[in-house]
């Protein structure tokens, strides 16, 4: 079994670029994908990037996702920050040890 | 148009049962695996079941023995029977379809509130 740790909130400005990581605690990152959910106040979650690094249809291409290795992590990056983007995001992947589905904690993203 | 529509939630004493229904529509249940994810209030996603397309069934440690997810006998009903209900168990629960192509969950219902307290 493993966990997916994101740090509990970021903050940045209009315009700027973030990036939320995603750090699995035992295992390879790079053996399972990684999926990135937005939820915004209120709402279900939507998926805005699924195996590790693509977009579905209707996601801007100011969402990017990436694996590092040496860090055993994952990252959402969000470039050109617009109010919008303001919402909590959750890493999630899969844990083929015992067959479930993991999330990451959530990062809050407030954009000011 | 594809969707998934949640109810039976409401307000349970301990140690209850409450059983959540899914519908979807725009799609076929059996063709995908699908999964209820719960969210406690104030708090993250947390994968609570999975039943997939060969009708296997998955649970983590916290609910295994006490949910069952099945399917109905009409082809786009799916159901979460949950018994010995604690306040642990307050949660928002959202009905979600799992990606064909990885482990995503690709579409997901607006949730239904269950809610443990005396």
């Known amino acids: 079994n493993f966990m997916l740790t994101q740090p509990h909130s970021v903050s940045e400005s209009p315009g700027k670029t973030v990036t939320i990581s995603c750090t699995r605690s035992s295992g390879r990152m790079a053996s399972d994908y990684v999926q990135w959910y937005q939820q915004r106040p209120g709402s279900s979650p939507t998926t805005v990037i699924y195996e590790d690094n693509q977009r579905p249809s209707g996601v801007p291409d100011r969402f990017s996702g990436s694996i590092d290795s040496a860090s055993n992590s994952a990252s959402l990056t969000i470039s050109g920050l617009k109010t919008e983007d303001e919402a909590d995001y959750y890493c999630?992947?899969?844990?083929?040890?015992?067959?479930?589905?993991?999330f990451g904690g959530g990062t809050k993203l407030t954009v000011l | 148009e594809v969707q998934l529509v949640e109810s039976g939630g409401g307000l349970v004493q301990p140690g209850g049962s409450l059983r959540l229904s899914c519908a979807a529509s725009?799609?076929?249940?059996?063709?995908?695996?699908m999964h209820w994810v719960r969210q406690a209030p104030g708090k993250g996603l947390e994968w609570v079941s999975t039943l997939d397309s060969a009708d296997d069934t998955y649970y983590p440690g916290s609910v295994k023995g006490r949910f069952t997810f099945s399917r109905g006998n009409a082809k786009n009903s799916l159901f979460l029977q949950m018994n010995s209900l604690g306040a642990g168990d307050t949660a928002v629960y959202y009905c979600a379809r799992g990606s064909n192509l990885n482990d995503a969950f690709d579409i997901w219902g607006q949730g239904t509130v269950v809610t443990v307290s005396s």
């Open positions: 999630q992947s899969f844990d083929s040890s015992d067959h479930s589905w993991v």
């Open positions: 725009g799609f076929t249940f059996s063709d995908y695996d």
